[in-house]
């Protein structure tokens, strides 16, 4: 006997058609994968601004009050390390300006604060601001990492003042990058029809 919950076996049962999902139109063959279709060009923002004003610019107030917030938090980011590495737990390291927790607190600073100037630079003259950015303050970061083990340092003040170094470089472009993104304007799309 065969069971009425799975019909007789003798034929399929037939689909009621409101329950069937609507089929999806078939994929555009020069869309990649996992990119949702639009109708700009593939690269409208890679183009070159319009002659029109379009080129990008920041909120300058906004800007200043972040990468200010960003030169204090740096600052205070030397003073800790000062504080943690040189008067904790004694490990002397080799400072900029004498290497005192003030010199350390205006190093991380000015640090900051020429970062901030030429990231505003940068969104007025480079095409890509926030890439060179990354890798201007990469660059350094590296230079200022490995200058304490120039000469014939100890190993471990020169390793800590290293490690303070990258600290500061990742502190200061990851916080004023966060600042970019929220007060770059971009220029305006253009209208499509």
């Given at each position: 006997m ?38 700009e ?69 000015l ?35 490995v ?44 209208a499509?029809?």
């Amino acid at each position: 006997m065969s069971d009425p919950r799975h019909g007789d076996g003798r034929h399929e049962p037939t689909a009621d058609p409101a329950s069937v999902p609507p089929s999806v139109p078939p994929a555009d063959p020069a869309q990649q994968p996992g990119t949702v279709p639009t109708s700009e060009p593939a690269g409208a923002w890679d183009a070159p601004a319009p002659a029109s004003g379009g080129r990008l610019s920041l909120d300058l107030r906004r800007y200043w009050v972040g990468a200010t917030t960003t030169v204090v938090v740096c600052g205070l980011v030397g003073l800790a390390a000062s504080v943690i590495f040189d008067q904790a737990f004694d490990l002397g390291l080799l400072g900029p300006f004498g290497g005192s927790a003030a010199a350390w607190t205006l190093a991380g600073a000015l640090f900051a604060l020429l970062a901030a100037a030429v990231l505003q630079l940068l969104v007025v003259v480079a095409p890509r601001p926030q890439m060179f950015f990354g890798w201007l303050v990469g660059v350094v970061t590296v230079i200022l990492a490995v200058a304490p083990f120039t000469g014939d340092p100890e190993p471990v003040p020169a390793l800590v003042t290293a490690l303070v170094w990258v600290l500061l470089g990742v502190a200061a472009s990851s916080m004023l990058s966060a600042v970019l993104g929220r007060t770059l304007v971009r220029p305006g799309r253009p209208a499509t029809r």
